[in-house]
Nanobody, 126 residues
Framework: QVQLVESGGGLVQAGGSLRLSCAASASGRTFSRYVMAWFRQAPGKERDFVAAISWSAASTSYADSVKGRFTISRDNAKNTVYLQMNSLKPEETAVYYC?????????????????WGQGTQVTVSS
């Protein structure tokens, strides 16, 4: 079991930056054995993949739309995963969710992630 709590969302102007955090509490399996990811969902739209990171942080994956602007990282000693978001755009306004998967490999598909946080709102004003 993993419980995830996101923080760091808020209101930012276009071109600005935010850093999201996701604190995990895991039982039965250490945090370092979960693939972690960020997804986002805008009103009336599907939940979209943003970024993911492997157990050891050796591998990462990004949606094409955020490559070069967003960075996912993790601190296994702190049971925390981060998403640094730079050059934010108004169309990236959404609820951002942290997710955990017990699989070995990174996935971009929501069904592969068995654990989800409650989400944090990111609003980018134009």
């Amino acid at each position: 079991q993993v419980q995830l709590v996101e923080s760091g969302g808020g209101l930012v102007q276009a071109g600005g930056s935010l850093r999201l955090s996701c604190a995990a509490s895991a039982s039965g399996r250490t945090f370092s054995r979960y693939v972690m990811a960020w997804f986002r969902q805008a009103p009336g739209k599907e939940r979209d993949f943003v970024a993911a990171i492997s157990w050891s942080a050796a591998s990462t994956s990004y949606a094409d739309s955020v490559k070069g602007r967003f960075t996912i990282s993790r601190d296994n000693a702190k049971n925390t995963v981060y998403l640094q978001m730079n050059s934010l755009k108004p169309e990236e306004t959404a609820v951002y969710y942290c997710a955990a998967s017990g699989a070995v490999e990174i996935s971009t598909r929501p069904p592969q992630y068995g654990y989800w946080g409650q989400g944090t709102q990111v609003t980018v004003s134009s």
